[in-house]
């Protein structure tokens, strides 16, 4: 039986007020001044929906036959297709649905593994494996979200079209490259953009030409988040909130875990939906991701309108080094974010770096003021694949890390493939996990050094090269 929750709405603009999450870590949210006072003000995402369902924090022993630890894409996608298949699952989340990564991310929906593109998958599998792993990040994924908007009937504010906006005349053959390894692949929805042809789409000096690709888009992260919880509960699912994990113990007759205040028996698998926490939690040896911070800004209704820096309204990547990204969202405003750094960066450096980056892309904006700002904290493997993996001696253990800031789609599309090999229905996660990765020890630890040293080689290598196209 389902229980009484409602759909993400959004609003139709924003609502300035104290966030429903608990600030963790060394991620922050900014407001300016004159927007209000709060000790943890709602970021932008927030701020545009209606105040959302509170779940229980779980408070006794229960049962179920999965559990799915973590709120964020991977874990409510995977939970929504297991209800889906009719698997008794239970969902549980530190903090609250959607309060890290998945609903604090850009939006933008590019396909690819991570940082895998179609390029890659063709120069490490074979031309059957490659193009079903393709299909798999990009058609599949984008297709899948659109289908459980439809089903639950949500509005994800989901746009289609996205642009990849070349700094140097160079990266046009890279971009080429790119779009010929997908046409390789059969999958074609993109085509090249002349200098004139992007500033149909783009009004700013700075791009030599670029990539059009129709297939990708830009949507609500926050909102699909919530979305794939509320389709969740419709199916029966139980979630609880503010629940912790504090261990995992596999037994004969289940895996068991430990919560502050309950102990969840799993009676048949475990899904680690949860970044870097898995690690400790599975007591891994291994650890293949690094983390490191990014962030993002959106600003106060513009002095121009919105379609004379964008006209077609497509969210944009450049091919910068450090790439700025952007898009418009509601009432008139613009959402822009870049940079990856290995420590996080106050409010006050992170808003004077982003408003310097609006000005430099689009200097027609005299007037510009920032009404939020906020950090996120992801994940890169060495390879710049996801890695994922299915561990455990009777029972399964699932766990997926390494997005590198590039997975709203594909994630939503992994947690659908975890469901569907724990009830036997396909092998896509199985493909997954043949791709092979780096331990890297000490990495999450080294990560505020180890970070500032590769993007500096990497950044005398593009000074040295300005025409060889490298983005963090």
């Known amino acids: 039986m389902s229980i009484e929750v409602t759909k993400p709405i959004l609003l139709n603009d924003v609502t300035f007020k104290a966030s429903q999450y608990q600030q963790t870590g060394k991620e922050w949210n900014w407001i300016a001044a004159s927007r209000g006072q709060f000790e943890h003000p709602a970021n932008y995402y927030e701020s545009s929906l209606q105040d959302w369902h509170t779940f229980d924090v779980l408070n006794t022993n229960i049962e179920c036959d999965v559990l799915v630890i973590g709120g964020g894409l991977l874990g409510t996608s995977t939970a929504l297709h297991l209800a889906e298949q009719g698997v008794d699952t239970v969902l549980v989340e530190k903090n609250r649905i959607g309060s890290a990564a998945s609903g604090r991310n850009g939006g933008q929906l590019t396909p690819g593994l991570a940082r895998w593109e179609a390029e890659t998958m063709a120069e490490h599998f074979s031309f059957a494996d490659a193009k079903k792993l393709w299909h798999f990040t990009s058609t599949e994924a984008m297709s899948l979200i659109d289908s459980i908007s439809e089903k639950y009937d949500l509005n994800l504010q989901r746009k289609r079209g996205h642009i990849t906006a070349a700094v140097h005349s160079g990266h046009l053959d890279a971009l080429r490259e790119g779009m010929q390894a997908r046409e390789y692949l059969e999958e074609k929805n993109t085509s090249m953009l002349s200098q004139d042809e992007l500033r149909t789409h783009i009004r700013s000096e700075n791009y030599f030409g670029g990539l059009l690709d129709h297939l990708g888009g830009h949507i609500h992260p926050l909102a699909l988040t919530r979305g794939l919880a509320y389709g969740f509960c419709q199916n029966g699912g139980k979630i609880y909130e503010k ?119 689009f200097p027609q904006l005299k007037q510009v003021e920032i009404d939020f700002v906020w950090s996120g904290k992801t994940d890169l493997t060495v390879n710049g694949a996801t890695d994922s993996r299915k561990s455990g001696n009777k029972f399964p253990i699932y766990a997926v890390h390494g997005w590198s800031g590039h997975g709203v789609a594909q994630t939503v599309r992994i947690g659908k493939a975890i469901a569907d090999d724990f009830c036997g229905q396909s092998d896509d996660f199985e493909m997954l996990t043949k791709i092979q990765h780096i331990n890297i020890p000490m990495g999450r630890a080294l990560a505020p050094i180890v970070i500032p040293i590769a993007k500096s080689m990497y950044g005398i290598g593009a000074m040295i090269n300005p025409g060889k196209m490298v983005s963090f």
């Open 243 to 361: 629940t912790e994990v504090k261990s995992i113990q596999e037994r004969g007759d289940g895996i068991y875990v430990t919560t502050l205040n309950g102990v969840i028996k799993a009676r048949k698998s475990v899904v680690m939906a949860v970044h870097h926490a898995s690690f400790t939690l599975l007591e891994e040896r291994k650890q293949t991701t690094i983390p490191f911070y990014t962030y993002v800004c959106t600003t106060a209704p513009l002095e121009l309108d919105l379609k004379a820096l964008l006209p077609t309204d497509m969210p944009v990547y450049d091919t910068q080094f450090q790439i700025d990204y952007y898009r418009g969202v509601s009432q008139n405003r613009l959402l822009f974010g870049g940079e990856g750094t290995g420590s996080c960066w106050d409010a006050q450096q992170t808003h004077d770096y982003l408003l310097g980056r609006i000005k430099h892309v």
